[in-house]
């Protein structure tokens, strides 16, 4: 339907553009015009319910001439933070606050925190939810002050809000250093050999956690750990350089389409 043109709006998780770039890859020479024209007629493409790889943002506009629009929000409170429809759109960044709503980020002790330090996203505004259905203790500890708390961890730079990943999942804590999941993430899918990958945590006596990579590859029949760490020693601090690696067929995901990091966990914990 795409490629007959009379769609006007489309909106999708990252891995079924993921999956449409790749369809588009493999198609006939003529078979990418048709798509590719069909695609630029529409009004609006959207991206949500998980982060955006910048990379799939630049393909898809290659392939499309669409900046697809980023967002972002929750079941509890809908849309907060969205870049601008008509303006300019920031790779790798949700923008800023919609109309009506309020977002800042605190630390753990719940202070607010100045623009390029790292912070929890907590929102304020008539589009947060009131209560958790007959779930008293979940809904105080929800909120903070009157401030819904996302769970979510997000920067401030250059006046936009870029996230960071989930406080419990994509905030790894190793050897005194907070890693951003997301952000080793971003540098993985650059390497020539890797087609996907996701990012945890491994629990560590020594470091808290070591940074664990699972990955699927491209046209290699193997990847080798040493040299995934020598690779990425040029492109990331040495900190975030993972120091286990998996390498697997296709990463688990739920119905949704997103990648669900504590089978990942579980995974290399069944492989050690």
């Keep these: 339907r795409i490629a007959s043109g009379e769609l006007t709006l489309f909106m999708a998780v990252p891995t079924i553009y993921v999956k449409l770039i790749a369809e588009w890859e493999t198609s006939p020479r003529e078979r990418q ?48 933070l969205s870049n601008s429809y008509r303006g300019q759109r920031i790779p790798g960044s949700v923008g800023t606050p919609l109309p009506g709503v309020e977002v800042r980020l605190v630390d753990e002790r719940g202070a607010d925190v100045p623009p390029g330090i790292a912070g929890e996203i907590e929102v304020r505004g008539d589009n947060v ?10 809904t105080r500890e929800a909120f903070r002050h009157g401030w819904f708390r996302t769970g979510d961890m997000a920067v401030v730079e250059n006046g936009v809000y870029r ?18 999941a997301l952000e080793v993430e971003e540098v993985l899918r650059s390497h020539p050999e890797i087609a996907e990958c996701a990012v945890v945590g491994i629990p560590d006596p020594e470091w808290g956690e070591r940074v664990a990579a699972a990955v699927v590859l491209k046209n290699v029949a193997a990847l080798q750990l040493d040299d995934l760490r020598a690779w ?24 949704m389409g997103k990648v669900t990091k504590p089978a990942i966990v579980d995974m290399f914990r069944e492989a050690q």
């Design 232 to 255: 990425a020693k040029e492109h990331i601090a040495v900190h975030k350089v993972p120091s286990r690696l998996l390498v697997l067929d296709s990463l688990p995901r739920n119905s």
């Design 129 to 138: 939810f009131l209560e958790y259905w007959r779930k008293t203790d979940a």
């Design 33 to 80: 015009r048709i798509l590719s024209k069909g695609a630029a007629k529409l009004r609006l493409m959207v991206s949500g319910s998980a982060a955006l790889p910048v990379s799939t943002l630049k393909r898809w506009k290659e392939i499309t001439s669409h900046t697809l629009l980023e967002r972002y929000g929750m079941t509890e409170m809908g849309m907060a």
């Design 163 to 180: 996230i960071l990943g989930r406080t419990n999942i994509d905030i790894l804590k190793t050897g005194g250093h907070k890693v951003s």
